[in-house]
Structure formats: C-alpha cells, structure tokens
C-alpha cells in the first residue's frame, strides 16, 4: 500500500518571513482559508512570541480552521512555548513547533552552548510543550551541517520526551539529493525509537535543490513535507508545495504515495497568494507560472494539436487552470455569473456577490468578454474582512506631454463626499495626491506594480502598491480597465487598510 505524505504549509510562517511578503491579520486569515480548501494537512500560521500581529494571527487562525492541524514556532525556550500555547488553544488540532540550532557552527557561535546542554534543552522544553498540547514537533536547526551523531542522539531524546514528529531541515539550502537521503535513512537507521515518531523534513533553496532533496527524502521515508505556495520563504526560498505535489502526482510511478491536497485548487492558491502580497510569480516558474502551460514555438503547438501528451506531462486541469475558459458577457445574468463563481471556487455570502455582479456588469459594459482570470481578480482583489473607511465616487484626470497632470478626486465617508483637486508629477501621482489631501493622510510609495489580468487592448489593469508611514507598511490592489482607476483603487485599499489596523490596535 502507498504511504499517506502529510503537506506541512509553512506560508505564512517562514514564507512571511521574507521580505516583501508580510501579510496582515484579514490576508492571513484568507490565505489559510484557502490552505484548507487545498487540503493541506498542516498550516503553520506564526511565530508566536515574534510579535503581537504574529499571536493575533495564529489565534485568529486557531478559531477558523477546523480540518488541518494549526502549528505555532517556537524556540526552545519556555517563554516561546507558552506563548505558542496560548495563541494555539482555541485550535481543534494544536501543534507546537520547537527547535533548537544543532550544527557546531550554530552551536558555537549562535547559541554559545555547548552541544550537550543543547541536547538537555531540546529534550526538556518538548517535554514542556508536551504537558501543554497533545501534539509536539521538533526541528534540529541546521540538521544537514550537523554530526549525524549528535542528530541521533538529539532525536532519540526528543522523541522520548514526546516529540511525535521529528523535522530535519536543510536551513541554508546547502544539502544535495544524494546527500540528503543518506542524512534520512542514516537517521531512520540509528534512532532507536524512530518508529514512534514521523520523520519530516523542510529545504531550502538556496542552490535550487529544495525540491529535489525533499523527493529524494520521500525515497527514504519522509513522510510529512515542509513546504510554501509559490515556493516563497527565508533567502531563496522553500521546497514549493506546487511542484512537490505535481512532481509526486506526474511520476507516481517513482514514488508510489498519496496525499490529500485537491490538486485542482493549486492555481487558485498560487494567484491568491499573489494578489494578496503584491508579489508576482515569475513566467517561467514551474507549475504556476503564466509560461508554465504556453506552448509558443510551431513544432510544439504541432505536435500539441495532434495529441496533447506529446509536450504535455500534465494537465492545466489538474491545476484548476482551464484552457477554454467559459466566458461571460454583458448579456450574461445572474445566475450564470453565480454558477461560473461557484465552479472557481467561491462560494460567499449573498451581499458579496451582489456586489462583485454589479462589477461584473459594469467591466462587462467596457470589456467584450470576460474569463474566468477577469473574475477571480474581481474576487481576490477585494477584502474579505476590512469595511472601507473611504469609497471611491469619481475621479477625473487630466494629463498630457505639455500640461501639468491633474487629478480631482471625490471620496465617500459616511455618506458625506469629500472633494479635492492636486497636481503631480503625472496622472497617478495626481490622484494619490488628492487622495492624501481629502484624508489627511500622506504615505512614501514603497512599491507600485501593475499587470494585464489578460491579454488584449481592452485587459484589465491590476495594481498592487506598498506604502510606508511611521516604519509601518501597508499594501493595496486594485483592478480596472482604466490603470488610472486601480491605482486609485490600489492607493485607497491602502489608506483603508492603515485606518482598519489602526483601529484594530486601539481596540485590542
Ligand atoms: O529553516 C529552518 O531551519 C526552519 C526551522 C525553524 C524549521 O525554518
Ligand atoms: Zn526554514
């Protein structure tokens, strides 16, 4: 029989991490959402005692999430694991996460310990966590630099002390396929308890292995995977849980296992996370990048008329990507608008809907036709969570190659219209602006991106911005077929955002 693999998602832990994807508290809380829809087995939503936004988030995802395990980081240290704990409590399956640096390097000159009190601690704080929650997992830091010895005996006295899931990570990315695998069944072979405890292991990308090293750990007896959406993470990144899982669906044949993710909700996560963070996946990347079904050159689209399988190794439907992508029109009614939703995967509350038909039929009026790619970015580009402080009513700009570019913006705020006008240094500039004049509030624009939602004059244009304000960063996007107007959108999210999370802090 085929061993069961468990996905281990860590988006919004370690790929958080890195810079230029911090989310907040409503980003985190839909992403996870989207982590259960994928049927991932654990989403490892924080690092606790790292902040205030880090505790709000794991708790908030702890209420939420019913069907995967909730994990919480924490270093071996008391204070880390109660604070993990009280953040986790609420959570139908709690999962601590401890670790401790065991590589000499990190030893000496991290932790200044020496390697037997490291031994000591690890063993004593998984006994700590163990007391609190019924489900304990801990990682030897820097485990492919460190004396396969001293794992051994590391692991052996955690798993005593009620460790259940032990993680071997490649930390600095620095491991090889060959290499690596040794590492694990040197480790299934010397830990004596090894059978009560599940072996998992985490890569990182720094030379580009991290999915090869943890393939190559599944031949040895992995069976819980460490892993991010779109392969974000610390430096180079995470083993990407698209290509793991796509690599062990395409060549089952080399490495007979299952697992539960619906593969089909992939491309659906991959581009939520985008939007979400503002970051694009680069064209070329594996599984979901926009490049990653194109067949552009004449001998390829040849031979794909012919027979799809003779350049394809996987569907795009197994993705969740349709190729003839149904489309809608301004004549299309609410009922197939509500029908296509539902087939993409949303399902939401009445008032949502109504809300995102009445852009659909307002972008159906200016755009020919619109795909399924129009609709999710209607979708995703919303907030979920955020009531808007600030409504867009309208804005007119006037700008060209010898005047001065204006902008007149009129924003809604409780009910009442606020108005003003501002120059800048072109139309956009103009209209964040004006914007800043009728709120009061002025931000450094960190980050400004802009892409096509689709191909054609008429595409919409997706705008996402990052803005800073008293060390603080906060992001926004918004979609049109007017770039000028998801700017505006984009700029407003925003400042609507800075208003919620400031509210936010003042209440809690
Ligand atoms: O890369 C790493 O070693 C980690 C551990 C904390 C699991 O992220
Ligand atoms: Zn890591």
Not at 61 to 69: F, P
Not at 362 to 375: G, Q
Request: charged share 25%.
């Amino acid at each position: 029989m085929a061993n069961q693999i468990q996905i281990f998602d860590t988006t919004l832990r370690d790929g958080e991490q890195a810079p230029g994807y911090s989310m907040n508290l409503e980003e985190k809380v839909r992403l996870a959402r989207q982590l259960e829809i994928l049927k991932v087995n654990v989403i490892e939503a924080g690092f606790a005692i790292a902040s205030p936004g880090d505790s709000a988030a794991i708790e908030a995802v702890s209420d939420l999430i019913k069907e995967c395990t909730v994990a919480s980081l924490s270093r071996s240290l008391k204070k880390d694991i109660d604070a993990s704990w009280k953040a986790l409590r609420s959570a139908v399956k709690p999962r601590i996460h401890t670790f401790i640096a065991t590589s000499d390097i990190h030893m000496e000159y991290k932790l200044k310990m020496q390697p037997e009190d490291v031994l000591q601690q690890a063993a004593s704080m998984v006994a700590y966590a163990r007391n609190l929650c019924p489900e304990v997992e801990f990682s030897a830091e820097d485990a492919s630099r460190s004396s396969q010895e001293f794992l051994y005996r590391i692991f052996e006295a955690v798993i005593d002390a009620g460790a259940r899931i032990i993680n071997i990570p490649d930390t600095v990315g620095y491991t090889t396929p060959k290499e690596f695998g040794a590492l694990i069944r040197g480790i299934r072979n010397n830990v004596p308890n090894i059978d009560k405890a599940v072996i998992s292991v985490h890569c990182h990308n720094d030379l580009g292995l991290a999915v090869a090293n943890t393939l190559e750990a599944v031949r040895e007896g992995a069976v819980q995977l460490e892993c991010t959406v779109n392969g974000i993470g610390e430096r180079a990144g995470n083993a990407a849980l698209e290509e793991l899982i796509m690599s062990l669906k395409t060549r089952r044949d080399q490495y007979n296992v299952d697992f539960s993710i619906d593969t089909t909700r992939i491309h659906k996560t991959s581009r939520l996370l985008s939007t979400i963070t503002g970051v694009l996946v680069q064209p070329n990347k594996a599984i979901v990048g926009a490049n990653a079904f194109a067949h552009e050159a004449g001998i390829h689209q040849h031979g794909m008329m012919a027979h799809a399988s003779t350049y394809e190794i996987m569907t795009p439907e197994s993705i969740g990507l349709h190729r003839n992508t149904m489309v809608l029109g301004k004549h299309s009614g609410r009922h197939a608008f509500v029908e296509r939703m539902k087939e993409l995967g949303y399902t939401t509350e009445k008032s949502v809907m109504d809300e995102v038909f009445a852009q659909f039929k307002d972008l159906a009026d200016r755009k020919k036709t619109v795909t399924d790619r129009d609709l999710e970015a209607l979708m995703d580009t919303r907030s979920t969570l955020m009531i808007p402080t600030y409504i867009l009513n309208q804005y007119v700009v006037n700008s060209g190659n010898t005047i001065t570019a204006t902008a007149a913006v009129i924003l809604t705020k409780d009910k009442k219209n606020y108005e003003d006008v501002s120059t800048g240094d072109g139309p956009v500039d103009a209209a964040f602006n004006a914007i800043e004049r009728i709120t009061g509030i002025s931000f450094t624009l960190e980050e400004y991106v802009i892409h096509a939602v689709t191909e054609g004059k008429d595409a919409q244009g997706e705008v996402s911005v990052r803005v800073s304000r008293d060390g603080k960063t906060y992001k926004g996007r918004g979609v049109s077929t007017d770039v000028i107007g998801a700017s505006i959108k984009a700029y407003l999210f925003a400042v609507n955002n800075m208003i919620h999370e400031e509210k936010y802090e003042t209440e809690h």
